[in-house]
């Protein structure tokens, strides 16, 4: 089975606002970086779609190391979401899960995948992260300015 390190991040201005979204792929001495954005989205929208594009870019079934920075992703995937199926995505409160569509997503991408889940802090010494961040932040600055948002 094919190795690969995904590393993700997601930016936003203003939360909600324009955001970005990043990864970078990498496996055996290959490297590719992705980015997309959306004109009116919320950070954990922009960390969980970094995510779901860097699967979807997998051609094949994969051991994959996925980084990302977002705990919200992190303990999403790998604590909650079981429980959010068998309560009909809904929270323990009785509150809906916010971003059932892309928390859907995610589970169906990753069921072909042995999949690693890290976390790391952001902004940190992950310079491989770091650059998924800047990716991302461009990103959604673009899409400020389409929208004609100053940019933080």
């Not at 980015?35 to 779901?52: D, F, K, Q, V, Y």
């Not at 889940?117 to 992950?126: K, L, N, Q, R, V």
């Not at 310079?127 to 100053?150: F, K, M, S, W």
Request: net charge neutral; hydrophobic share 35%; proline share 5%.
């Amino acid at each position: 089975m094919i190795e690969v390190a995904i590393i993700t991040d997601g930016s936003c201005i203003g939360n909600p606002g324009p955001g970005g979204w990043a990864c970078v792929l990498r496996g055996g001495n290959r490297e590719r970086e992705l980015c997309g954005g959306h004109p009116e989205t919320t950070s954990n929208r922009m960390e969980l779609t970094a995510a779901i594009e860097g699967l979807r870019a997998l051609r094949a079934p994969c051991r994959v190391r996925l980084v990302t920075d977002s705990q919200y992703v992190k303990r999403g995937i790998t604590e909650h979401l079981p429980k959010w199926r068998s309560n009909g995505f809904r929270k323990s409160n009785g509150d809906p899960v916010l971003n059932q569509d892309l928390w859907d997503q995610l589970d169906q991408v990753s069921q072909k995948h042995e999949i690693h889940w890290e976390w790391t802090p952001g902004h940190a010494d992950h310079t491989i992260q770091n650059r998924a961040h800047d990716l991302a932040l461009h990103a959604a600055r673009e899409r400020a300015a389409v929208v004609g948002r100053p940019c933080e």
